[in-house]
């Protein structure tokens, strides 16, 4: 088992940054990729980006994020990490790491960003 633990969410302005933290613990040896998602109210919950392979080297993010959020993983510290800037309303959700080897899909339980003048 993997456990997962969010933090780094809150209140931004419009233009801001955040960088939010994943913490795996548990059997994360098995582990290789981690994916970010978020759920905006009343929506499905959407890819965001994430860092796949071994190497930790495949680095993905969807169309409407890309140029503004990266996404690493520290496999030292067994901590993932999603940079976000020039934050906008439309960013405001809840968001979530998602752990995965090549049997299992782990997650952790989110943390809330708000982008709001």
């Known amino acids: 088992q993997v456990q997962l633990v969010e933090s780094g969410g809150g209140l931004v302005r419009p233009g801001g940054t955040l960088r939010l933290s994943c913490v795996a613990s548990g059997s994360i040896w098995d582990m290789d990729s981690m994916y970010w998602y978020r759920q905006a109210p009343g929506q499905q919950r959407a890819f965001v980006a994430g860092v796949a392979g071994r190497t930790r080297s495949n680095q993905l993010s969807h169309d409407s994020v890309k140029g503004r959020v990266t996404a690493s993983w520290d496999t030292a510290k067994g901590t993932g990490y999603l940079l976000m800037t020039d934050l906008n309303p439309a960013d405001t959700a809840v968001y979530f790491c998602?752990?995965?080897?090549?049997?299992?899909?782990?997650w952790g339980q989110g943390t809330q960003v708000t982008v709001s003048s």
């Open positions: 998602n752990a995965r080897s090549t049997t299992d899909s782990f």
